[in-house]
Each structure stands twice: as C-alpha cells, then as structure tokens.
C-alpha cells in the first residue's frame, strides 16, 4: 500500500513551482505511508477534451508537451500527481507515478496515460492474459501488479477495468490524449481515500485526509465501489453485487464452498516479494488466516521451497500483560506452528497514543479509537522486525452475523438487512482501522474476508444459516466455524475454533477501555459536557470519551467537512441503529463493547448506563434517539 495524491484543475495562471511546492507539501503529510520513495508529476495545460473534440487525442508531439519534465520549462500547469511509495511487490523498479508503454495494437502511445496506485491487485497476471486474448499484447515497463490497469482502462473503460480486478484499491488515472482524469475505489473501500474540493474549483484526491484538509473546505470520503469521472464531474457505481440487489439470498450452505472460497482469497494475499507475517489475536477470524497462510507455505516450501524468513510464518499479537487474546494468541500458534511474537502495553503506554491515533486514524469514533489503539502500538514493533505486509482478520463479523448483538436478530430479513449496512460502513469503521493504523509505520494490512470473491459466496448465503441458536448448538459465525471444523486434520485447537466472539478493544484486556473511560472523565469536566452540543452541534459526543476523542479530532481537523466523514448514530457492541430496536435489554447500554450484550461471558452488570454521563452533567438529551420496546 502507499500513499496517492492528485490535484487537478487548478486555478489558471498557477506556475509550475507553485503547483509543486503544495503538491510535496501535501504528499509529505503522509509520507508514512510511502516511505520507500516519492514520486512526482507535473501536467501543463495544454489542450483541454472539449478542444480536442469527441473521440480525438493529443498527438505524441503534444503528449511530450503536455507532461512536464521535471527540469522543465517554467509556465502555467494545470494538474499534479504524488505518489508516496511503499514497496511490496517489485521494489526495484515499481516506482510510481506510472507511464503507459507503447502498445500499437491498442493505441496506446509511450507516456500517453498516467496511473498512481495505492493497494494491491492479486490477479494482474491473469489480467495481462485476458488482454492478449482480447487483441492487447501489452508489454509492461515495470513488475508493479497495478501498471495492468492503464491497458484494462484503455480496452474496456474505468467501471468495467475496475471491476475485473481482484484485490484493494485506490488509484488517480490521467489520460494524456483527452484531457480525462478519474479515480475509483476498490469494492468495499479496503483502501483509505477522499475526495475534496479547493476554495478555487479544484479538484483533489489523496489517500489520507490531511494531505487535502488544509486546503479543501469540502471533503468526503470517496464512495467505495465507485468512480469518479472528470467528465461528468460525479461517482459512477462499478461495484453492484447480486446480494445488495433487495432480494433475500436462498442459496443453502455448502461448507466445502465457503472453505475453499476462504482458503483462495487467503493464497491470493500471499503475493508478496518483502517478509510478511499475520496478526494473530487468537479470536477465529485471524487463526483461521494464520492457519490457511501456514498451510499453504508449508505445501510452497514442500515442493517450491521458501526463502529464509518465509520457511515459518511469523505472526504478532498485542494485549495487556494477562489479556485474553494473548493466551488465545499463543495457543493458536502452537497449534498452528507459526512463530509468534507476543507483545504487551501497558495502560499507560496506551493512553500516550491515543492523539497520536487520532491524527493517523483521521476519525472521533470511539471504538475504532479502542481497538486501533493497540493495533497502532503492535504495528510499530512489526516494522522494527523488517516486516511490510500483514494478514489481518477483519470483515468476517460484518459478513457471517460474527458480533454478539446478531444473538438478538429477530429474523433472517432483519439480519440480512444489517449485515448489508454493516458491510457498506467497513470503509468507516474497520476498514480504516486496519488500514491507518498499519500505515501509520509503513505496514500494510491484507484483509482475505473482503476478497471479492469470497463476499459473492457468503453473503448470498440464506441468511437463516446465519441466525443464532444457542439452544442447537449455533452460535455467532456457526457456518464459518463448521465449514474448518475438519476432526481428521484440524485448522485450529477446539476451543480456538468454537471461541465466543471477542472485540479486539476488549480481547487486548478489560481494564483497556476502563482506563479511557476514566481517563476521559479526567480530561473534560462536566460543565463542558453539559453544553457539547454548542461546540459539537453534529454527531454531539454521547459520552466524556466520545467527547475527549472529538476534541483531539477538532483539534487537528477542524472543519465541519472533516467531521461529517464520521456518521452519527447510535451502537451496541458495533451494531448500527437498526439493531437498537431489536432487544428491550439494549436499552441504556447503546455502547461499542461487545461486554454491553448481556450474552457475554463477562458481560456488564445491571448498573452499567451508558447516560451515566449525560445524567450527571445535566443533559437533557438522554436516550434522545426515541426507540420504542
């Protein structure tokens, strides 16, 4: 993964020099994400696609004015694109931006296209065959997997290249023969990306939000499984799945198909030429991907053979010393036989990082704040070791009813419903999570739950499959845990596999997410509580702790477009609003710990109450959201 920044449109009249202070300026901001190299490129104005008239291009004469050589001609330019490089596949010669190379069966002239790319594309080969087959022998000028999107682009357009890709994504593409620049997001928005607007009309696209805040009043996040289009000067939807398409999945569970789904999307993320590891929490999710990487390394080494590091997979846990996750971790990884490195934060050690992790995060929600908190921690011991690429388990719960409140799911509709909603907000939530405060040291994190081949067999699974029985013996994931439930050669140890789910902001310890609390009661007084909804008029901090985070946020990211890239709405143990209403007991215990749904084995007493705060401030907006039971 790296870091992407594109500024187009600019205001006219603006000289080269000008563009290229700001641009490395802004691409410096997250240079943590690309520390390997940086790359710059500067486009003059040239014609312009209205000029050029439908269906013409710019000849190579003026595709060699247009790009501006970096020693250059002084004048006006027009766009600017930064790449911030970190190198996973090919190091030696990927480096980005990227330049069309010569292709005449296509019509695709030497530097005619540029690319700057963030993520990964797993099938790039394959791709590269079906373009010969499709009459576009294209002959790359580098080893990078994403140099195969400026002939997918040119053979079959943005939504549909977009949609033959199998990987995470994010990229800025320029076309030298229009005039045409657009970016797109992969399926589920794996990859951090915004979209915001200059006070001057110009357009700006980056990776991480403080590359644009300063200078964009208006910023969003960039809509997942979408385009956006200079043309049109709007998104285009390329990602339409058949489960999002309002009609309830019948598919039966077949776990033979779901395993082998599972097991392919995990070899797909093993595409690596820099030592990698997995992060074990000892929850199912992650040992199940410690346990596929493991076995299929040892199958390479078997008949291939490995190189030094990769002979045994490493894998890393965090916790506070006694935590359950790091038992769960270790035993997971005797089991498995991965070398493990268990690695432990004190409260202390925690509580320094958080304005850290919000600036890295670039977010205020409370339980992204918890859990990414000791993940930013991890990460930085994972890069001193040399590793640049982990596993990661994340989307199983949104995608398999993993989160304790779906014990409460009233039926297969609602619970369909939600997993929907609750996979359509992983680009908020999880997904920037993983993805920030990994590259907050330069460690990039893959996530096989979200491969998009792997969603198209689980999600349309009738979701009466996924409903929770305790009573038969089906609990939370109950056909992910039976579909690895193999006695004859087993994944994972029993207890592992059949382990209650656990949040990572509570598996790394249950003292973690009391000492914010109480940290956080320390830090704002309750007269400033009592009138949060002056300073915070939207999504006003529901607790001292959301307030604590939001002042940080406010604090580096002041605009109201800033905030807004974080929804309101009210949650328990992760839920979204909807399933507020689905249990009397969730009333006054709307909090982000899966210990707030009382079918947790250390589940909060009857005293807990989440308005304890508002109560004693004076607030008059205690359970405001008005649900009925």
């Avoid at 109201?560 to 992760?574: D, N, Y």
Wanted: with cysteine.
């Amino acid at each position: 993964m790296c870091g992407i920044l594109g500024i187009f449109d600019v205001a006219p009249g603006t000289t080269q020099s000008t563009l290229r202070a700001k641009l490395i300026e802004c691409a410096r901001r997250m240079r943590h994400r690309g520390p390997d190299w940086s790359g710059y490129q500067l486009i003059s104005q040239g014609k312009d696609k209205q000029e050029l008239g439908a269906g013409q291009h710019a000849s190579s004469e003026s595709l060699q004015r247009l790009c501006i050589a970096e020693h250059g001609v002084r004048g006006a330019a027009k766009h600017a694109i930064a790449h911030e490089r970190l190198a996973i596949i090919d190091p030696e010669s990927g480096a980005q931006p990227l330049f069309a190379a010569e292709c005449k069966q296509a019509g695709i002239e030497e530097g005619s296209i540029i690319v700057a790319a963030n993520g990964e594309i797993y099938n790039y080969k394959e791709l590269y065959e079906l373009l010969k087959k499709e009459g576009v022998p294209y002959e790359p000028n580098t080893g990078s997997d994403c140099e195969v999107l400026i002939p997918l682009y040119v053979k079959f357009g943005l939504e549909k290249a977009c949609s033959l890709l199998r990987g995470m994504f994010s990229f800025i593409i320029y076309d030298q023969r229009t005039g045409f620049y657009g970016a797109a997001r992969d399926h589920i928005g794996i990859t951090s990306l915004y979209l915001g607007r200059g006070s001057d009309g110009s357009v700006w696209i980056a990776s991480e939000m403080k590359s644009l805040a300063r200078d964009c009043p208006d910023v969003e996040q960039f809509k997942p499984g979408h385009c956006w289009r200079s043309d049109t000067q709007q998104y285009a939807l390329w990602y339409a799945p058949t489960w999002r398409s309002g009609v309830l999945p019948s598919t039966p569970c077949d776990f033979t198909k779901l395993r082998e789904a599972f097991v392919k999307a995990v070899e797909r993320r093993m595409m690596s030429d820099v030592p990698w590891g997995v992060l074990l929490s000892g929850g199912l999710d992650s040992s199940l991907v410690a346990s596929v990487a493991q076995r299929t390394l040892t199958r390479k080494a078997q008949g291939e053979g490995a190189s030094s590091w990769m002979s045994k997979l490493h894998s890393f846990s965090v916790g506070l010393k006694g935590s359950p996750d790091l038992e769960a971790a270790q035993k997971a990884a005797d089991h498995i036989g991965t070398q493990h490195h268990p690695y432990t934060f004190t409260l202390q050690e925690g509580l320094d990082a958080v304005a850290e992790v919000v600036h890295h995060l670039e977010t205020y929600d409370v339980t992204t704040i918890r859990a990414a908190t000791p993940m930013f921690l991890m990460s930085r011991k994972i890069k001193a070791m040399g590793v640049k690429m982990v596993l990661s388990g994340e989307g199983a719960d949104e995608i398999l009813a993993g989160y304790l409140y779906f014990h409460k799911a009233p039926n297969k509709q609602e619970l369909h419903a939600e997993l929907i909603d609750k996979v359509a907000q992983l680009n908020i939530y999880d997904c920037l999570r993983a993805n920030k405060s990994t590259m907050a040291w330069g460690v990039e994190a893959r996530v096989p739950f979200l491969d998009a081949d792997f969603l198209e067999v689980a999600m349309n699974i009738d979701p009466k499959e996924k409903m929770i029985d305790v009573s038969k013996g089906r609990i939370e994931k109950y056909i992910l845990r039976k579909a690895f439930d193999t006695p004859d050669d087993p994944y994972l140890p029993a207890d592992i596999l059949w382990r209650q789910k656990e949040q990572f902001s509570d598996g790394v310890g249950y003292g973690w997410i009391d000492a914010l609390r109480d940290h956080a009661d320390a830090q704002v007084s309750d007269h400033q509580f009592a009138v949060a909804k002056h300073r915070f008029p939207y999504n006003t901090p529901a607790t001292k702790e959301a307030y604590y985070y939001r002042q940080i946020f406010d604090g580096i990211y002041p605009s109201l477009g800033a905030a807004r890239t974080i929804p309101e709405g009210k949650s328990i143990a992760c839920s979204t609003e909807r399933a507020l209403a689905w249990d009397a007991s969730f009333r006054g215990r709307a909090d982000q710990s899966g210990r707030s749904v009382g079918v947790h084995t250390a589940a909060y007493d009857a005293s807990f109450d989440v308005d304890a705060d508002k109560k004693k401030a004076g607030r008059d907006d205690v359970n405001s959201v008005g649900l009925e039971f």
